[in-house]
Structure formats: structure tokens, C-alpha cells
């Protein structure tokens, strides 16, 4: 894989690619941070600003309350309060309304002012006027004592309270829902959350103004255990969120926003999420492009290289489709030309070899005919002087059958079935020669008919079991000739119950058949050998090796289906 065409193309095309992903991922990532910072920044300027605001706020209304509460006809009307109904206490409660109404309008946060009398169960307020004290307000007055400032948080109001002595005590309502209001129309960024937080209740201020996405989130953020810090940014459900949160100067309450990262990078955020898919699509198209050029280069390759492997194996015949007009049609063109070359060439070459083999062959054929038929003369002559007649005849006649057969098949195929013929005929007149001396036998289980070989290529190995086994002892001679199957093709052995090859000269031998030049001393088997392996392959080439007690075993395989079809 590592050495895959493909696999460098696509390695080639990131590498180029990668310093250009690199440099969009920090442009990306560094603006994004710079966002991120200059708009965290300019929210905490604005939230600080707000929380200074109305701190400011209510420290004058604050300031207010305290002046207010030492005035002294508020003082005088708790006085006359302690006593029974008259004129004065009338005018002192208008006056008093007067003055509490100029708090009231002090500030637009501002629902309700009030005065508490809680010896006589009394309360004045600028909305209600004068009434008993309900439980309200008596809770309130319960909570100013347990108080430890004068603020305390009531509801979904903020109480500011003063008291100058036991006659009275002086409040104002401030509304969370109008702080709040106030706070989200001064927030100028929509992707901004505000909220205000009761430190003391740990709960929600003003929840009616929030939608309940914003209650949610909200409860997630001050979720127990959640990896919150007061300031900076959060994953929240997969989200990124940035968070602020300022508590007031007595820690009464808190004023904090939360925004979505990707709401405050707005177009920004696209354009790093469109930065990512750009960046998938173009990883898509170089592995597409890579796909492409890689048919367009490597398949063409694969397909020469394949080619040139079959030719390797011998298969001359490979030609390549010429269906390019590239250079790659220039490159098939030149293979299927040399190609045709090569194997122009070879067969001259087999020729001109099968050409000095067959005149080679003749050579050695007309060398294996004058011995043999000087023997067979000599034979004759001498069975002439001792007047067998009889022997003469049958010599003369298996003389003039075994030579009608190799003056015909020298040069040719024979069937094998016809090679056993007349090398019974062989045997026939080697046996009117040793008489008793010599035993013969052939026995053959397979359709030899049907197995062309070359001809003459089954006496010289009988002929050399005589020579090296029956003329070698004194005790009579047999030879067995032995055809049978086997895996693919049939085997021929000629056997002999002779003293067999004595080591070296086995040896010997076997170096001679391996030889390519012909050797005088062993050319009957060596020009089997080689007709053998021209024909059939190494495979099939003579076995020879001696028995395991005594004799020799020369043998050879036939395959089914000879090589090329011959």
C-alpha cells in the first residue's frame, strides 16, 4: 500500500494542502478569540457600567430614605398618631403624602413608598394611602429586624428601609421587573441574556420577565458541580456559552448576562463553520481528484506491468488494447511491439535448436541402426554355421519388421503402443542371441494407443539393460517392462535383475544426461533424455537409479496433456 501510486498522490495533495489548513484554522481561531475577547470585554465595561449605575441609583435613593426619615413633620405625625382624631393630625398627613410623593418620583424603579407605625398598627403609603398594617408588611417589618443592612428583598420587590426611632419606620418598594426591564432595554445586543440573582435566596429575581428557555439555561449554569467560573466561558449541552456575573456592593443581589458563542461571533461563527466545510469538501475533491488521476496514471501502469510479468512467464502472446492517444498508447504500442519481437525471435531461435536437435537426433539414429545390425548379422552368421535354420528365418523376419519400423518412425512421432511392438521384436531377436540367458516380460494396464512419442525412444533403454545386465552376469537375465497410470499422465520403467550401476559410475552418469553437449560413452540415453525434456518438460526427463536389492530401474513420465498442445 505504502508504495501505491494512489496512496502518494492523495499524501502528495494533503501535504500541499495541510500549510493552507493550518493557516485558515489559526486565522479562524485567533479571530475568533479576538472577537470573543473585544466583545467579553466591552459587555463587562457595559455590565459594569450598569451595576455602577444603579448603585449609584439607590444609594440617592438611599441617601433620600435617610434624609427623609429625619424630617420633622414625619416625626410630628407619629406623635399625633398616639393621640385621638384631630384637625392638625389632617394636615400633617397631607403634608406627609406631599413629601413621600417626592420620593416616589425620585426614581423610575421606585412602586411603592411607605411609612410603618408599628405601635399603633398603622401604615401610610403613597399608593394606598392609610391603612392597618396587613401581613405584608408586618412580614417586612419582622424581616428589617432580622436584617443586617437596611436592604432586604421581599417578593419581587427590593425594600430599602430607614428608622430614625421605635415611632416609625420609613420604606420604599423598588420593582425587580422594572430593574430588570430597564437592565434588558439598555443591554444593546440581542444575543445578550440578562438576569438578577437574590445572593441571599439563591433564586431567580423578576422570573416572569425570562422566558423559560432562559430559566433553563439559567439552572444549568448554576447547576452544582458545574464547571462554571464567574467570568469567561462554559460548555453547557454541547454549547459554548460566555458568561458575566457582578454582584452589588452588599452582595444583596447579583446583575449577569450569558450569550451563546456562536450569537456573539455572529457572521464570524459562519464563516469558521463555513471555513470547516470548505475544508470537507475540499478533502472530498482531492480524494476524488486523486481517484481520478491515479485511473488515469496507475491503472495504465498496472495494466503495462501486468503484461510485462506474463511475458516473463513465457506468455509471448500478451498484447495490450490500444485505446489511448496518449503517451500511454505510445508506451502499448512500443510493448505489444516488442512483444511481437521477442517472440519472432524465440521462435527463430527454437527453430534453429529444433533444427540442429533433429540433425542431431539423425546423427545419433544412424549410429544406434549399424551397431545393432552388426550384431544382428554377426548372429545370424554364426547360427548359419551351426545350421540353425530355423533361427535364421525368424531372425531375418524380426530383422526386416524392427527396420520397416525405424527407417519409418526415426524422424517422427510413433505411438506407443507401437514402440512396445517392436521393442518386443527388439527382445525377440536378443533372445534368438541369449536363448534361456534372457527373460523378458512386459506388462501394460493403460491405453497406449492414444500416447504419441517420440520414436524410437523405448529399445535403446532395453538395449542398455542387456548391455550393463545380462552381458554383465552369468546367471540368466530378466527384464521387466512395466506401463502403468499415474497422477496426470502414464510411466514407463524397463527393470533388470542385474548387478545394477556400481556408485561412481551412477553418478557419473546422471552428471552425463544433466550435460547439454552430448557425451560419446552414453549417447543412447542421453539423446532419450534430451528428447524427453524438449518434448515434455523436466518433469518427465529419464529417472535412473539402481533397485533395492539388486538391478537397475530406468524410467520415464508421459503427461495427459503435453506442453503447447503437442
Known sequence: MRKSVFVKLLLGFLLVAAPMYGICLGVTWYGSKSVLESTSQTIRQELYFFTNYYEEELSNVNQMLVSLSMDSDLKEYALQRNQEFAYPIVISFEELMSKLKVLYFSSGYIDDVFMMLPKAGEIVSVLNGYNEMDDKYKTIYR??????????????????????????????????????????????????????????????????????????????????????????????????????????????????????????????????????????????????????????????????????????????????KLDKDDEFGYMYKQFNRMAEQLQNLIREVLEKKIQFQQAQLKHLQSQINPHFLYNCFYNGYRMAKSGETENVAGLCKYLGDYFRFVTYYADRDAALADEIKYTRIYLEIQKIRFGDKLHFDIACDVDVAAYPVPGLILQPLVENAIIHGLERKEDPTRILIRIFRVNGGIRTVVEDDGPGFEPGKLAELLRALDNPDMEADHFGLWNINWRLRYRYGEDCRLSIRNGPGFGASVSFGIPDRPPNGR
Open 143 to 320: 424581616d428589617m429586624a432580622a436584617s443586617p443592612g437596611n436592604r432586604l428583598l421581599y417578593g419581587n420587590d427590593v425594600v430599602y428601609f430607614s428608622s430614625s426611632d421605635n415611632d416609625f419606620v420609613l420604606g420604599v418598594e423598588l420593582s425587580q421587573d422594572k430593574i430588570m426591564a430597564s437592565l434588558k432595554q439598555h443591554q444593546g445586543n440581542e444575543a445578550l441574556h440578562i438576569f438578577l440573582k437574590d445572593n441571599q435566596k439563591n433564586a431567580l429575581m423578576a422570573e416572569e420577565l425570562l422566558t423559560a428557555e432562559e430559566k433553563r439555561t439559567i439552572a444549568l449554569i448554576d447547576e452544582p458541580g458545574a464547571d462554571r467560573p464567574a467570568a469567561g466561558t462554559a460548555l453547557i449541552e454541547r454549547h459554548s456559552y460566555v458568561i458575566q456575573e457582578t454582584p452589588s456592593e452588599d452582595g444583596l443581589f447579583t446583575i449577569g448576562f450569558y450569550a451563546k458563542e456562536k450569537d456573539l461571533l455572529g457572521r464570524f461563527y459562519l464563516l469558521r463553520k463555513l471555513f470547516w466545510i470548505l475544508a470537507a469538501l475540499s478533502l472530498i475533491i482531492i480524494f476524488a481528484f486523486s481517484i481520478v488521476i491515479n485511473k488515469q496514471i496507475q491503472v495504465p501502469v498496472r495494466l503495462l506491468v501486468k503484461s510485462m510479468k506474463e511475458v516473463e512467464k513465457g506468455n509471448y502472446n500478451s498484447r495490450l
